[in-house]
């Protein structure tokens, strides 16, 4: 039986990988390092800021300290709200995923994106109430593909909720590989949507749907059938 639901936020609520690649690119070429769409969705998505930027030093053979990894990851927190302001992030159908989840049991955000990002995005839609759990990329030591932004979700959220929470009680939606195997590895069920990679990239995950309209509790008892 699911009794709640995990969210990823980039990819899965806000359309923002676009921006974050932007944001991306941009700083990166003022500090003299080069980042192509192709390179960002397959080799960086998964990381979480400091992450991306280290491993796309260390790829141009041009390794950055702490501090200044940290002085680019602030660069480009301003610079993606800068490129937000100008329409609205959310996905088709968020919204009402939000809402309908939300109504069926306790939810929360798993993710490798900043907190004040996060915040940020929901505040401005007024859908920030509806998650009394968010666990961003400075939660935790290791950030996705890890388990722990999921087993730190989980237990917060069970510890907010009043609801006792097994990890396979929890399901997470995912855009990436790279969040499946987090929550699979944390012992979360799991749906891909192929909101930012075809079904054959999400092939790990327990269930793929194409659209957050498809994400309703009443699919929970097919999808997860052999759920204990």
Known sequence: MIKAVI???????????PLHFRAFRDVAARHGL??????????YLGFDDVGAFTAMAEDQQRPLTPSVVAAL?????????ALEHR???????????????????PIAIASGALRAEIVRVLDRESLRHHFPV?????????????????RLAVDRLA????????????VAIEDSRWGLQSARDAGLRTVGITQSYD????????????????FRPDAFDRWFADAP
């Open 7 to 17: 969210f990823d936020f980039d990819g899965v609520i806000a359309n923002s990988e």
């Open 34 to 43: 080069s980042l192509t769409e192709a390179d960002y969705y397959n080799r």
């Open 73 to 81: 990851v602030a660069e480009k927190a301003v610079h993606l709200e």
């Open 87 to 105: 329409a609205s992030v959310l996905f088709p159908g968020a919204r009402a995923a939000i809402e309908r989840m939300a109504a069926h049991g």
């Open 134 to 150: 968010i666990v961003s990329a400075e939660d935790t030591p290791a950030s996705k593909p890890d388990p722990a932004p999921y």
């Open 159 to 170: 510890s907010a909720s009043g609801v006792a929470l097994a990890p396979g009680e929890c």
């Open 199 to 214: 079904a054959s990239a999400l092939s790990n995950a327990d269930t793929v749907i194409a659209h957050l309209d498809d």
